[in-house]
């Protein structure tokens, strides 16, 4: 299996990475997409995969930076003729986001139109996702893989369950948080996983920085949490990713940055404290996520 890491960031827009998307692919050439935020459909073509090609997207939970791209990953299926619906895991809401996307739905003009041309009234189960709201549990399985999942904490549950993935395929077994502060449930999934992709939002001098504003719940996990939450787990590998921009020195993104974070404290040397902090607990093989890094296994 390889697993190529289509978006690393979070919720702003950051001219180098995309938001949350995991894709892993068989040696068959099937994929499976954890998350599609935005811009990991235009990364999917940089590493040469095909939307047609994936068969399951399983959306984490439903905060923008995990769904933005999903209506242009499955019109753009539509388009490239995929024949069959794309299966969609999520949370519960996530009937729901899909019902509102194509027919009679936010792209219901594009809908009309394109669906107009022959080829395309052929193929309108491309933009009927075949969507299973999941429960903690046995997600999916089919004759190559098993997804098992379970609530994670980050938002509350009544507005959006929260979900973390554990995959096994091909003899191999993975992990992702999804968006998580450090539960329980997380280390019980990655469990002596061969990779964990773990969220890793903000650095300590940012989460400081941010528990003193007023700038939401903090909801995720910091890096020496996440050391402690990879050792206990015993994963071979952790690949730390959903970074909050705190590595950015991109003009128009500290701007925008300057609510969320200490924008004086922005740059790349802060990997440095995110490597420092995670090691603290966890000595194994440590990767810090970016967009199109991919990982053979
Ligand atoms: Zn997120
Ligand atoms: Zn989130």
Known sequence: MKITMLGTGAALLDPDRAQSGILVTLS?????????????????????????????????????????????????????????????????????????????GAFESDFQARSAYGARKENLQAVRPDVREVSPGLAYADDDVRIDCDWVEHIPRE??????????????????????????????????????????????????????????????????????IAKEAGVKKLVATHFGHFDSTHPTLQEIAKAHMPVDLMGPHQMDDVIRDIRKNYDGELLLAHDLMRIDL
């Open 28 to 104: 068959n050439g099937t994929h499976y997409l954890f998350d599609c935020g935005a811009g990991t459909s235009h990364n999917m073509i940089r590493a040469h995969a095909n939307p047609v090609d994936v068969k399951l997207v399983f959306l984490t939970h439903l905060h923008h930076d995990h769904i933005c791209d999903f209506p242009l990953f499955a019109i753009s299926g539509w388009m490239y003729n995929r024949q069959t619906a794309p299966i969609v895991l999520g949370p519960r809401g996530t009937q729901h986001f899909c019902d509102h996307l194509f027919e009679g």
């Open 159 to 228: 507005i959006s369950e929260c979900f973390g993935v554990r995959m096994e395929a091909e003899g191999k077994t993975i992990a992702f948080s999804g968006d998580t502060a450090p539960c329980d449930a997380m280390v019980k999934l990655a469990q002596d996983v061969d990779v964990l992709f773990h969220e890793c939002t903000f650095p300590e001098a940012f989460i400081e920085f941010r528990a003193k504003g007023n700038v939401g719940t903090y909801s995720h996990t910091s890096p020496t949490d996440l050391g402690k």
